[in-house]
């Protein structure tokens, strides 16, 4: 009995923290503290991650309306947008895909004008996807007009091009064959010459 209250005595008593160990929290606490500091002033990358070298930015007529035209048709994400005190989104950044596009409402005093208010735009966008037919179908139920069916085309990709209600083109393509520049040309010519 007497032993057995010695080994419980002794299991109470803690022993303190060497000066080692002390030491060694102080040192861990330290080199943590430094660690956040570097991280709260690291230089943020140039290129934001997901921002592709080049990203179209579209001035539109009714961006509200815009963005959820392109929800709806393209299935875009909207990421965020900026809006002014006179109702006007000076910014807004979609997804679609892996890639980012932007756009704001028209800007006449600062020359940003969108394609309606230039009667069209050369700009043709291009959108890569896994069914064209799909695609296009989607997009025309929800207010995008088509400007060229979709058909096999002799570069190796089923495409068709459709107009979004404000006034921007975009090409809808799904690769269906590889074909290269050279064979490429070679079917060009054949269309050209009208021997295909």
Known sequence: MAQKKKTAKKTAKKKPPSKKSAKRKVTQKKVVKKATKRQSHKKPAPIPKGTHTLTPYLSVRDADGAIAFYRKAFG????????GQDG????????????????SDEFPEMGAMGAQAMGGSPIKLQIAVKNTDAFMAKAVSAGATVTRPAHDQFYGYRAGMIMDPFGYTWGISSRIEVVSPKEMQKRWKKIELGTQ
């Not at 006007?88 to 756009?103: K, T, V, W």
């Open 88 to 103: 006007r989104i000076g910014h807004a950044e979609l997804r679609l895909g892996d890639s980012i596009f932007m756009l």
């Open 76 to 83: 875009a994400k909207e990421l965020y947008r900026l809006k």
